[in-house]
């Protein structure tokens, strides 16, 4: 009789562990998820960016694959629209380090817009993978 007893605690302490742990995760995804709605009517236009190997390219887009933002290093003009494409079999988000804009989880295939309309430097994360990050400069 005492063996059981231990089980069923050792059991209702095993399942109240699991329980906080999927709170705490589940809080932390909400904490960290905001929406953000881009302007409506923008208009995107073609932008000269920089890569972390200096070469300039011509785009707005991001592409997320290999578990890096390429390019992670962009130029773009105030007003001007940027959209990640998740092409990674891994789900990511691109998330401001200072909340301004944040995507939802991206799955492969999906894609996240947001318009700039303040000059300023803006550098971004995946916040499922603090590695990857990248950098918006926006100017007049």
Request: hydrophobic fraction near 35%; aromatic fraction near 6%; proline fraction near 4%.
């Amino acid at each position: 009789m005492q063996s059981k007893k231990r089980q069923g605690s050792a059991l209702l302490i095993a399942v109240a562990i699991i329980a906080v742990l999927l709170l705490a995760v589940g809080l932390f995804y909400v904490l960290n998820r905001k929406k953000t709605a881009t302007a409506p009517n923008s208009t995107s236009t073609a932008t000269t960016t920089t890569s972390s190997t200096g070469s300039p390219v011509t785009t707005n887009a991001v592409t997320i694959k290999d578990m890096a933002f390429t390019p992670d290093n962009i130029t773009i003009k105030a007003g001007a629209t940027v959209t990640w494409t998740n092409e990674d079999s891994q789900v990511h988000t691109v998330t401001a380090n200072d909340g301004s804009f944040a995507s939802d989880s991206l799955a492969k295939g999906k894609s996240y817009s947001h318009t700039f309309n303040t000059p300023g430097t803006y550098k971004y994360r995946c916040v499922i993978h603090p590695s990857m990050t990248g950098i918006v400069t926006v100017t007049q």
